[in-house]
């Protein structure tokens, strides 16, 4: 496995710092209008960046005010709930507060975002397993489903291309999660009937240095039978890389985990991001 297009997306997404810039920049366009709500603007912008919302509340604050026409913000809160950051995928719940805001107002007219100091956020999401598995059944996902290369004995010999088709997964107490799925075939002319295997996973997800989500003691079943561990291994370490936060770090973003706790149904995640620069387009 490896980690595809829609992984790097959602953590982009859910990360949000290039946003909170961006709000920044509209901030100073409209900073010096009279009778302009801040926490208004700020509310229709993030609403311009996603899908849509069930609820978003969004604050400001900032005294004295004037200050803005500085580049500079004492704090911004987002409160979201049913939050659609992309068409597929629904965020159950997201808070996010930032450290102080400050960028340089006068590198706007080239259209460059130039930070003054490091843009720094705390967030807590809350995600639930009927979200995650409607995101997963939707095709821009189940199109990187496809045509995996999977070595049904783990020797790296004799790789198999396999679909993964309706996958699923269950969050359970106990820092927990299940995943089942069907490992199936594609048509050949002298196969034309695909042959198909019914897979589980049952394994701990824990956080490693708050850099990566990692699955832990993973239990493999084919058919209901365990798999050796080799295959088992080389399921986790797929798995794995698409979970490790550090791959943020070639975009400039360093993201941690401070807290991770599965119960039946649902994943919150707390932790911070921190981004030195805007990157370039």
């Given at each position: 496995?490896?980690?595809?297009?829609?992984?790097?997306?959602?953590?982009?997404?859910?990360?949000?710092?290039?946003?909170?810039?961006?709000?920044?920049?509209?901030?100073?366009?409209?900073?010096?209008?009279?009778?302009?709500?801040?926490?208004?603007?700020?509310?229709?912008?993030?609403?311009?960046?996603?899908?849509?919302?069930?609820?978003?509340?969004?604050?400001?604050?900032?005294?004295?005010?004037?200050?803005?026409?500085?580049?500079?913000?004492?704090?911004?809160?987002?409160?979201?709930?049913?939050?659609y950051?992309?068409?597929?995928?629904?965020?159950?719940?997201?808070?996010?507060?930032?450290?102080?805001?400050?960028?340089?107002?006068?590198?706007?007219q080239?259209?460059?975002?130039?930070?003054?100091?490091?843009?720094?956020?705390a967030?807590?999401?809350?995600?639930?397993?009927?979200?995650?598995?409607q995101?997963?059944?939707?095709?821009?996902?189940?199109?990187?489903?496809?045509?995996?290369?999977?070595?049904?004995?783990?020797?790296n010999?004799?790789?198999?291309?396999?679909?993964?088709?309706?996958?699923?997964?269950?969050?359970?107490?106990?820092?927990?999660?299940?995943?089942?799925?069907?490992?199936q075939?594609?048509?050949?002319?002298?196969?034309?009937?695909?042959?198909k295997?019914?897979?589980a996973?049952?394994?701990?997800?824990?956080?490693?240095?708050?850099?990566?989500l990692?699955?832990?003691?993973?239990?493999?079943?084919?058919?209901?039978?365990?798999?050796?561990?080799?295959?088992?291994?080389?399921?986790?370490?797929?798995?794995?890389?698409?979970?490790?936060?550090?791959?943020?770090?070639?975009?400039?973003?360093f993201?941690?985990?401070?807290?991770?706790?599965?119960?039946?149904?649902?994943?919150?995640?707390?932790?911070?991001?921190?981004?030195?620069?805007?990157?370039?387009?």
């Amino acid at each position: 496995m490896t980690t595809t297009t829609t992984e790097t997306i959602l953590y982009d997404r859910m990360i949000g710092m290039e946003i909170i810039a961006g709000l920044m920049t509209a901030f100073l366009g409209l900073a010096g209008a009279p009778g302009i709500a801040i926490d208004r603007v700020a509310t229709d912008f993030l609403r311009s960046q996603i899908v849509r919302a069930d609820r978003l509340e969004v604050r400001v604050d900032n005294a004295p005010n004037y200050q803005i026409l500085l580049g500079n913000v004492d704090r911004i809160r987002v409160a979201g709930r049913g939050i659609y950051v992309l068409e597929f995928l629904r965020i159950d719940e997201i808070d996010l507060e930032t450290d102080p805001i400050s960028i340089d107002p006068n590198t706007l007219q080239s259209g460059k975002v130039v930070l003054r100091r490091p843009l720094q956020a705390a967030v807590r999401v809350l995600l639930r397993s009927d979200d995650i598995n409607q995101a997963l059944r939707s095709p821009i996902v189940q199109s990187s489903f496809k045509s995996l290369s999977i070595d049904i004995t783990g020797t790296n010999k004799n790789p198999e291309i396999l679909d993964l088709v309706d996958p699923e997964i269950n969050f359970l107490e106990g820092d927990r999660l299940r995943l089942t799925a069907t490992l199936q075939s594609q048509p050949t002319p002298t196969k034309p009937t695909p042959t198909k295997l019914n897979i589980a996973i049952n394994a701990e997800l824990k956080t490693i240095g708050g850099t990566r989500l990692q699955i832990i003691n993973p239990v493999i079943e084919l058919e209901g039978t365990p798999v050796p561990d080799r295959l088992t291994k080389v399921f986790a370490d797929g798995l794995n890389k698409i979970l490790d936060l550090r791959q943020l770090e070639s975009k400039g973003i360093f993201a941690r985990v401070l807290k991770l706790e599965l119960t039946e149904g649902k994943m919150q995640v707390i932790g911070f991001a921190k981004m030195d620069a805007i990157p370039s387009e």
